[in-house]
Nanobody, 124 residues
Framework: VQLAESGGGWVQPGGSLRLSCAVS????????LAWFRQSPGKEREFVAA????????YYADSVKGRFTISRDNNNKMLYLQMNNLRTDDTAVYYC??????????????????WGPGTQVTVSS
């Protein structure tokens, strides 16, 4: 199983980025797919999730209205469109997959597979 993120980089406050995650080795319709992030000195935190096979989306309060998660099951891809980025969005962003109950979809300890992460830096 491999999850591979791409699309990270540097952007000014107010800008946009689109992260992608390519999934291989999984039947993705059987898995929730999610994004988490981690800043230096902080714990890894939930950002957004798409429930299997893609009917519901969940967001952290801090990104609601600015970020949009989407998935393409046919091509085994997960996306995160990030708009109106803020400096506190700076972090390493991780793609994740799980088969947890919906009530636990935000929990990092329920994640089965992680990608290596992609750095997002928001600064002027």
């Amino acid at each position: 199983v491999q999850l591979a993120e791409s699309g990270g980089g540097w952007v000014q406050p107010g800008g946009s980025l689109r992260l992608s995650c390519a999934v291989s080795g999984l039947r993705v319709i059987n898995y929730h797919l999610a994004w988490f992030r981690q800043s230096p000195g902080k714990e890894r935190e939930f950002v957004a999730a798409s429930s299997r096979p893609g009917g519901y989306q969940y967001y952290a309060d801090s990104v609601k209205g600015r970020f949009t998660i989407s998935r393409d099951n046919n091509n085994k891809m997960l996306y995160l469109q990030m708009n109106n980025l803020r400096t506190d969005d700076t972090a390493v962003y991780y793609c994740a997959s799980s088969q947890a109950a919906l009530s636990a979809i935000r929990r990092s300890d329920m994640v089965r597979w992680w990608g290596p992460g992609t750095q997002v830096t928001v600064s002027s």
